[in-house]
Every structure is written in C-alpha cells, then in structure tokens.
C-alpha cells in the first residue's frame, strides 16, 4: 500500500475517512459495518459514525465478530452517533476492522477476519487502527484491506500537581 502525507490528531483520522468514504459513491442506505472491541473500539466506531452521519448511510456496530450482535448506529440528538440496543441484519458495501481485533489476548485471528471479508463479496475492507497494530499482528499479509488509516498516539504525557 502506498502511503499518503503524515497527518495530525483526531481530524487527521476522521477527514481521510470521510473522504476514502464519499469516493466509494454508495447509495442511500447502504451499509458501513464496524467490527470491533466492546468498549475500547466503541468511542472510535462513534466518532468514525459522525464523520459520515450526513451521508444518509445506515451504519452498525458489531462486537468482535458476532453478526447476530450487531447493533444499529443512530444519531442521537445532542450526543453523537450511538450504537443503539436495537439488533440489525450486516449487510456490508464497507467493513471496518478496529485495530483492537488485533490485540494480543483478542478472541479473533487475522484469518477469521480475512473470512469474513471474503463472505461478504464485493465489501471494501477500511482498516482502522493505532500503532501500527495490524502490521505488528502480522494482519496486512492476511487480510486484503483497501484502505488503512493508522495513528501514531506518542507521547503520552500526565501532568500531576507537586505534592
């Protein structure tokens, strides 16, 4: 994959998303399905949700990679995007593995993803992740993604009072 210029911060996740997004021309209702970590890929699948919400897609949020699971994403009037209790059937035109699949100690290999993938023919498959944790699993070998956006989170600094 060909790497594109070196972006900054939030904006610099979401913009490139929006964008790979729009360029794939999907019609109204079409649906973006995010596999990810139940609570840690959750606030990242929301913001990705509010980036596109004016795209009139219908987008969904699965836990790990059980599809009987999946929960819709609604906008909710002075909050964001939310994944709603309400279950929905996955009928991906885009799948979105979050990096925390990749995790060490996740119940989820690279090849039960690239299956994945695979069953859903015609899906493009976006790649979303931080510190290079697909590559560091040893995923992109595997898994055939047509976009990854990774973001670098170096340093983290914590800044305490003195006693």
């Known amino acids: ?23 794939l021309n999907l019609g109204e209702g079409d649906q973006v399905v995010y596999y990810g970590c139940v609570g840690t890929c959750t606030p990242f699948v929301e913001l990705l949700a509010v980036t596109i919400r004016g795209l009139h897609l219908r987008q969904a949020f699965v836990p790990l990679l059980e599809e009987k699971k999946a ?11 939310q994944a709603s209790g309400e279950p ?26 690239r299956d ?6 015609g899906a493009k498959v976006v790649g979303v992740c931080f510190q290079n944790m697909f590559e560091r699993a040893g995923w992109t070998g595997t ?16 800044t ?3 006693p």
């Open 1 to 23: 994959m060909a790497e594109h210029e070196p972006l900054r911060g939030i904006p610099g996740i979401l913009r490139p998303y929006k964008e790979y997004i729009k360029s």
């Open 71 to 81: 929960h819709a994403i609604h906008d909710v009037p002075d909050i964001g995007m």
């Open 88 to 113: 929905v059937a996955v009928t991906p035109r885009v799948i979105v593995i979050m990096g925390g699949l990749a995790m060490p100690l996740m119940p989820v290999t690279k090849e039960q993803v």
């Open 116 to 121: 994945l993938a695979v069953r859903h023919t």
């Open 143 to 158: 898994v055939s993604f047509d976009i990854i956006i990774n973001a670098m989170v170096e340093p983290v600094t914590v």
């Open 160 to 162: 305490r009072p003195a």
